[in-house]
Every structure is written in C-alpha cells, then in structure tokens.
C-alpha cells in the first residue's frame, strides 16, 4: 500500500485528465472509477452518479484524480517533476504535456488542465552543487535562459564552452 497519494483537484474534468496523463507515460495505467451517489451529490453539487474519483497509476506512483467542481484551481504553488535521461525523452515529455497548455521557463509548463510539471535531468542537480562555484553559477545561469531543457547547452555551461 503506497501511504500517501496526490489527490488532483478538477472541476469536472478528473476521468479526461486522468486518460491523458495516462497516455503520456509509458509506464502507467488506469485504476477504479466511484461516482458520486445521493450523500456526495448534495454535499458536493455534482449530479448523482457522475464521476467522483479516478485512480490513475503513473511509473508506479498512484494518484487520485477528483471532481469537485469549480471552487479550487491549480497554482505553480505545486508542480510535477519529470526527470528525464535524454534529451529525446525530454522532447517527447515536453510536447505532450504542453499541448493544450503553456510554456514556462527553467523547464516548467502547465498542462491542458493548469497541472503545473518541470522537466528535469537528474544529472543537473549535481552540478548545481559542485563545489566550484563557477561551475554551479554558469549551469544555472544557462538554465535560466531556456524554457525547454537543452541537455547540451547545459553541459556545455557546466564544462566551461
């Protein structure tokens, strides 16, 4: 049993997202539909038997995707990190989870539905701690500088070029 799940927040989009997220990452599958019954109904101002929740599993984290209708929306306040190993998976992840939404710098964007994600290379969080500071300084200045990550600008930054 995983002890904590992030639970997403849609208005009424939750069996919509969950699909896309879904068909973005390889390694990842649907879970169990609930729908709302007469209680859930009143409380919450959804109709009865419309989605309530939808369990969704990405690279083995699970998630619960709700609907609870228009009251809150997602803020940058939260992001998904998505550390990618190439720069071809970096392309790929970039435009699927951009469609639809917006791009940001420094490797963030919001997806179609306001999800806040980074896109990032587990390799650069070591070079922002190298112990020289130039080093550190000149990587994050590079990343700074782009919206989607360049793996390459960014090691040649590291190294100096």
């Known amino acids: 049993m995983q002890r904590i799940t992030p639970c997403l927040w849609f208005d009424d989009q939750a069996e919509d997202a969950a699909k896309f997220y879904v068909s ?19 409380v919450s101002g ?9 369990t969704f599993h990405i690279e083995g984290q699970e998630f619960v995707a709700l609907n609870g209708g228009p009251l809150f929306k997602f803020s940058e306040a939260i992001s998904l990190m998505v550390k990618c190993r190439s720069q071809h998976e970096i392309d790929e992840m970039w435009a699927k989870l951009s469609e639809g939404g917006q791009e940001g710098p420094c490797g963030w964007l919001k997806d179609q539905y306001g999800l806040s994600w980074q896109i990032v290379v587990p390799a ?27 793996m390459q600008q960014v090691q040649h930054a590291y190294d100096g070029r």
């Open 124 to 150: 650069w969080d070591e070079m922002l701690r190298d112990a020289n500071p130039e080093k550190s300084e000149r990587v994050m200045a590079a990343i700074l500088q782009m919206s989607k990550p360049d």
């Open 24 to 42: 973005v990452f390889k390694n990842s599958r649907m879970g169990p539909i609930t729908r709302y019954g007469g209680a859930g109904a009143n």
């Open 46 to 54: 959804r109709p009865k038997g419309s989605v309530m929740t939808v």
